[in-house]
């Protein structure tokens, strides 16, 4: 009788309509509150799947600066030709990439030390320069040259400055570029396309992301300053110290024993007490966006940094090997988070697509790898289309679809379908996925 009245009326059906979205709020309140924060369906965030448009009114709670100035943006990105906008797309992607984590002075200051060598300067000129601004190598009543960090405060100051400036400038850029502007088209981009973080989950993840990044370019500077006023390391600058050989065989040998430890770094990482206490945070996102890859436990993001920058300290390398695998690394560690279905090009066989870490969000404890499928291959580690995989679900190898219950099954089979065909080559693959399950469920 009721609901009869409720849809006689228009005005009374406004007022549903606006209770209906008071409880919402309510409700998505109340599990911000508890922390349970997971995923927004695409069409509950706005009608029309939409971020709010905020040139109305100053929203200081807008995720990116560019969600503030979307109709600006837009208007403008329409005057360039098609093929200059996705260049500069493209070129934003691979700068952010290399830059995200703070070591771009690291890279940077390599690249000055090369130059240096090459041109047989032997005054430090950047150095001298650099030591001209700060207070005479003193720092609190330490004479910071006797550790080689002479100029330290100058380092400390460019190096969080610049990463801040492209942590948000750039990443603020691309979120605009794809989760704002073709956000209604997200089935041609994005590998989970009806869902995405909620606007409280992408402020946490940028506000986390950033004080991690702050911490990662503080201990660069620090780095990237030892390194520049000659402190110890094992890069080598001139080829002819270790020879050819060495040169083209360190690549492969830096690449995947750094690799390796990288996979079981992780897949350690994700055993109950570890996971619980330090990488969950990183899991919080289960639709990762390009600023989740930093989002993670400050002793976490200390190790992995440790690991990446290690074979500067335990083995001759060569500088170019050292800086083109970190920017490689770092690169891939935007695209593997952006949840844009981005492949890998034909001369990287080795490497796998986004798709192979946007599951490792999707499912958490399976594809523990990050620049090579073949050690989740080796170890029973790679998703399977037999076995169902959740947060529950420890040690990487699931539990077989024929051992699932009927809500287990319809669990998985809603996840499955979620995913979206174009993150994947060919079509066949999500649709075994999915088969398997509705087979088991018939
Ligand atoms: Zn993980
Ligand atoms: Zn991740």
Redesign the pocket.
Known sequence: MNDTKTHNTSGTDDEKKKKEEEEEMEMEMEMEMKGEWRETPIMSRSKAGNPPTTTSRFDPLAVTWTDRYRETLDRYWKRLPNFLGSFIATVAVFIFGSTVRGEWLLILVHFLKAFRNTTNVSTNITTTSINGTASGGLLLGIDLSQYHLQGLEFYIIVSTTVSCILYLGLGGFLHWYYYVRQRDNAHEWKCQPTKFLSPEMERHEIMFGSSILLLGSFLTAILACYIMNDGWSTVYFNVSDYGWLWYFVSWPVVYVSQDYVIYWT?RI??LPFLYKHF?KM??KYKQPTAFSVTAIHPIEFINMQAILISPMFLFPIHWTVQVTIMIYIFYHGIIDHSGINFKAFWWQPWQPDAIFHDN??QY?HVN?GFNCSYWDKLHGTLRRKDRVYREDLYYGKGKDVSQCTRAELQRALTERESENVKAYRGTTIREEQISEVKNKLL
């Open positions: 992780h990482y994700h990488h990183h899991h490792h969000h958490f523990f």
